[in-house]
């Protein structure tokens, strides 16, 4: 049965030490929080968690310097994502030989990575679009984008950035020959072996 | 002693204007019961998107939210958008 102190009082519950001690929280006979005149401290391997609920974007988060909206820090999230080849016009499609993105979310910010290599060349048309993990912001201040690190089998004009579509889930890879800045055709300028690596940074919605 | 590896859609969230569906598939490796590790994968499906592969709640999800009205706006948007862009 669990013991319950009622603070039975307008002025609450608390818990004081002298100027020197120490109030310690345990579990099974170890500490998991101290407090002290310097703040509030866990102990080595244990886990603050504020959590969020299944199927419901609401989500627990810690203020950090300030208490508006802005200061909101509620949620850290890293795992994978497959990132796709497709044409504005027409979607088209391509095989694989290596199709894989990495992630990591801090609050509204997204770093990803992706490495692709086509098996064969792509049918999609117009714009080429590679899918994102996240959707976009669509303010006008959150302009996302990506770093080519790496290009190789590229028919001509590989990419050498790619715009990240505000309110949306995808970025265009596009080039610049320093006359023209202008969007990849897929089937245009793939090939077997055509293969890029993109460095990712954008804020969601 | 048993070890599995069991996957579930833990997150289905409606994001944006245009109310893009964010899924995120959980993966847990489980011995006997206790889960020893487990990791997150993402991917997002756009107004007008095929989603007829997707898990059974993805798919509810898309049907009431990606409606014509929806898809028409989001298309009309991105168009409106790469016309910008390379103008």
């Known amino acids: 049965m669990a013991t319950i102190i009622n603070a039975d009082t307008s002025d609450g519950l608390k818990l004081t030490s002298d100027t020197s001690g120490e109030i310690k929280l345990q579990s099974a006979g170890a500490d998991i929080a101290t407090v002290n005149s310097s703040g509030i401290t866990l102990a080595t391997g244990k886990d603050l968690t504020l959590s969020s609920t299944a199927l419901d974007a609401s989500a627990s988060g810690i203020y950090l310097g300030g208490t508006d909206a802005a200061n909101l820090l509620d949620d850290y999230e890293y795992g994978t994502w497959t990132p796709t080849v497709t044409g504005s016009t027409i979607a088209g499609s391509s095989t694989y030989v290596i199709q894989t993105g990495g992630y990591v979310k801090i609050g509204k910010q997204v770093i990803a990575q992706c490495f692709v290599q086509l098996g064969s060349s792509h049918s999609?048309?117009?714009a080429m679009k590679i899918s994102l993990p996240f959707t976009s912001a669509g303010t006008s201040s959150s302009y996302g984008g990506a770093t080519v690190?790496?290009?190789?089998?590229?028919?001509?004009?590989?990419?050498?950035?790619?715009?990240i579509q505000q309110s949306a889930a995808f970025g265009y890879l596009r080039y610049d020959n320093n006359t023209t800045i202008a969007d990849l055709n897929p089937a245009s300028v793939t090939q077997t072996n055509t293969a890029f690596m993109l460095i990712i940074n954008y804020q969601v919605a | 002693m048993t070890i599995e590896k069991t996957k579930t859609i833990d997150k289905i969230?409606?994001?944006?204007?245009?109310?893009?569906?964010?899924?995120?598939?959980?993966t847990d490796i489980v011995e006997d019961g206790n889960v020893l590790s487990s990791t997150y994968h993402r991917w997002v499906i756009a107004p007008g998107q095929d989603y007829s592969n997707e898990?059974?709640?993805?798919?509810?999800?898309?049907?009431q939210f990606h409606t014509q009205e929806v898809i028409d706006a989001y298309t009309t948007f991105l168009a409106e958008q790469q016309a910008l862009e390379n103008a």
């Open chain 1, 124 to 126: 999609g048309t117009g």
């Open chain 1, 149 to 163: 690190s790496y290009k190789t089998n590229w028919v001509s004009n590989g990419p050498d950035f790619m715009q």
């Open chain 2, 13 to 26: 969230e409606v994001v944006g204007d245009y109310k893009h569906i964010q899924v995120r598939e959980r």
């Open chain 2, 55 to 63: 898990h059974a709640d993805v798919q509810a999800m898309c049907k």
